[in-house]
């Protein structure tokens, strides 16, 4: 029953393309562009951060950005693991739209051919993981940081068939989850306190390297994923 419900739901929502192909070509921009569709969950986020500069606030704050790096290195982890489905784009023997606008080649490289499943979305994980920390800091920017991932992010990642309903869902579940340890259990926020009072008057060191990790959260952590493949190189070398 879920498997029909999510099926009709990708064919809902990916069976507009086509109408209007001015709408396809500004959707498959946002979602496209690292910077269009991360510049405005990390505009909220900065925002949240300068606008309560109190200990609390940043603590919250850093510990959703911590569990951000669990959440999307996580759900990269299971997508390459386990086979629940192929990716839509992917898949010869679905019935899909493809959208004019989209370059296939980058889909069709060796990489992307040995990983076909698409569950959970990372990208869907990594947006809804900010989102969420944001909202654990500001109601009102954390709204706004949910509508935008919702609307620019994750769905326009089923109407062009990167992903089903399913992808989309488990990414947000996934990002709830490892947000709620990381934001809510008192331990956790007490470290990131500890941390923070630990900088004192030295706080930008820990900004500049905050700046650093969200350039790399807007690739999806490619830096931080080629760094942990080198690993097992490197200590082979060191043998």
Wanted: charged fraction near 15%; include cysteine; proline fraction near 3%.
């Amino acid at each position: 029953m879920f498997a029909n419900l999510d099926a009709a739901l990708f064919h809902l929502l990916n069976g507009l393309i086509g109408k209007w192909p001015l709408i396809d070509k500004i959707v498959h921009t946002i979602s496209d562009d690292l910077f269009l569709r991360g510049a405005v969950i990390f505009f909220l986020l900065w925002t949240a951060w300068f606008k309560d500069v109190s200990i609390r606030n940043r603590a919250v704050l850093l510990c959703g950005l911590m569990g951000t790096c669990v959440a999307t290195l996580t759900s990269v982890f299971v997508q390459h693991s386990v086979m629940i489905h192929a990716r839509p784009l992917l898949d010869a023997h679905l019935d899909k739209k493809i959208a004019p606008v989209i370059d296939l080649s980058p889909w069709m490289t060796a990489e992307s051919l040995r990983h076909l499943n698409s569950f959970p979305s990372d990208t869907a994980t990594m947006y809804f993981s900010l989102a969420i920390a944001i909202a654990c800091s500001n109601k009102r920017l954390g709204a706004a940081a949910l509508a935008w991932t919702l609307f620019a992010i994750a769905l326009p990642r089923v109407y062009l068939a990167y992903h089903y309903p399913s992808d989309i869902l488990g990414g947000f579940l996934l990002a709830l989850a490892v947000q709620m340890v990381f934001t809510r259990i008192n331990a956790v926020r007490s470290a990131a306190e500890k941390v923070l009072l630990a900088f004192g008057a030295k706080d930008y060191l820990l900004q500049a390297l905050m700046f650093v990790l969200v350039m790399d959260m807007a690739n999806l952590f490619v830096g931080v994923r080629h760094a942990l493949r080198s690993i097992p190189v490197v200590i082979a070398l060191l043998h």
